[in-house]
């Protein structure tokens, strides 16, 4: 039996998981890069073929951040399970305006990760924009053993974008945004394992 492992996000709420179709053949739906459904078909190997479905490592670990303004955007937010995109309805993280804001969340032990998906605010996304992710066994990103994984050109408004990150170790990951006078929100941030779709 060939094991065929799947990552399946809809962009609907509440609706994720292996899609598996056919009693011969798997169809994957994934999304890609850019975000859009994209279908990847798997040739006849064995008359019994499943999906299983990447585990989330960030979900409720402990997470931090540079600050926070209010009572409402605690780093713990991105991490809670919720890919809700409303920071009004108390789903999303929030820094206070600062030079080079962070967020981090503490995976407990270290992982090959292959990918990293982040879900963003409905609202004031274009804040995101030019946001790094990093991944290493240190806390800080200057250490020479991180690793970026990806630059965020642009994830609008509400969606939620994967981010490939070619296996890379790490215990750590973090997302940092350069610059001075930025704030920076995040509404979900996934972490999987092993190598990417």
Known sequence: MKHVTVLSIQKKRNQEGDKCLSEHCILCLTLNIQGEQSVKSCNIYSKVWFCQLLYNLALKKT?????????VGIAGKAVDGNRDASYQRGSCTLTSEQSDPWWRVDLVNVYTIGTVMITNRDELGNRLD??????????????????RCAV????????????????????????????SAKVLSLCEVEVYYGKHL
């Open 63 to 71: 997470a931090v951040q540079s600050s926070t303004s209010g009572t």
């Open 130 to 147: 030019g946001a790094e992710i990093w991944i290493g066994n240190s806390t800080k990103i200057s250490d020479p053993e991180s690793n």
């Open 152 to 179: 965020i050109s642009l994830i609008p408004s509400g969606q939620a974008f994967y981010f490939p990150c070619n296996s890379v170790k790490g215990r750590y990951v973090t997302v940092f945004l350069p610059g």
